[in-house]
């Protein structure tokens, strides 16, 4: 039997090829997405984070290890899809301009996606007016918003102020989230909804799919 452990102690070394053969054996022998999710790779990112900040591993070592993350969450991904059903509606997702960490924006995806929410992913440093061109071209229903730096996240104002400025900030939801990100914070840049992690982002999109496709 795989442990989560064993997981996540290859997370953190960076071993990406193993830690997808323990996330595939793990879901074999019957674990959820759910606890190899979260008390494998999430557990493991955890311990990268507190090591990271305590100077104990450096940016190359976070990388490798973002990567076995990445690889992990890629073998997760259909067994945290429920729906199978055709797409109830649309997001533009991105990590926020200056802003290149891409492992919550990528499980906000991989959750969406799992509530049938097709998603356009538009990747990591992008600015209000790339989120406005997407918007203006796909016609959402979801704009969602990553940040993970204190010194990117006023660049959600940004966002918010650019559909403004459009004259189309009363046809979106804007979501927001990540680590520095508060409810507080989501009010004071009007924004729509702040949730602290993937699976509550997910919920709370469905939620407002089911009461646009209600009213
Ligand atoms: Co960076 N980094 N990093 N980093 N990094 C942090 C964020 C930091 C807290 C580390 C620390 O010092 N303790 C710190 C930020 C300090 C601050 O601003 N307060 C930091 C720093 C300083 C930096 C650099 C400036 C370092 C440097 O160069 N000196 C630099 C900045 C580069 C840039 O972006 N311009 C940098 C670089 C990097 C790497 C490239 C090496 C790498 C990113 C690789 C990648 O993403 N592909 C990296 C990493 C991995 C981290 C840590 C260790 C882990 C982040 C992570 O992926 N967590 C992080 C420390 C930490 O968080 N403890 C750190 C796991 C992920 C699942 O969590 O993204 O929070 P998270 O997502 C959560 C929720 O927040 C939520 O859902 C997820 C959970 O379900 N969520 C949403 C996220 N987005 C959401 C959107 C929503 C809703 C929920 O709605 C739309």
Do not use: W
């Amino acid at each position: 039997m795989v442990s989560m452990e064993e997981i996540s102690q290859a997370l953190q070394k960076g071993k990406a090829k193993i830690v997808q053969e323990l996330v595939q054996q793990a879901l074999d022998e019957g674990v959820s997405a759910k606890t190899v999710l979260e008390e494998g790779l999430l557990a493991g990112m955890d311990v990268i984070g507190v090591k990271f900040k305590n100077n104990e591993v450096y940016i190359p070592e976070v990388l490798i290890a973002a990567r076995a993350m990445n690889a992990g969450t890629t073998v997760l991904k259909p067994y945290l899809n429920e729906s199978g059903e055709a797409a109830i509606g649309k997001a533009v997702i991105g990590t926020v301009k200056g802003d290149l960490h891409d492992i919550g924006k990528n499980l906000v995806r991989m959750m969406l996606e799992g509530k049938g929410i097709e998603v356009i992913d538009l990747g990591v440093d992008v600015s209000a007016e790339q989120f406005l061109d997407a918007y203006q071209k796909e016609h959402p229903d979801i704009i969602g918003c990553s940040a993970l730096l204190t010194t990117t996240m006023s660049e959600m104002k940004n966002v918010v102020n650019a559909f403004e400025a459009a004259g189309v900030r009363d046809k979106v939801t804007i979501m927001i989230g990540g680590a520095p990100v508060t409810e507080a914070f989501c009010q004071s840049i009007g924004a729509d909804i702040y949730t602290p992690d993937a699976a509550s982002a997910a919920e709370a999109a469905k939620q407002v799919l089911t009461n646009k496709h209600n009213a």
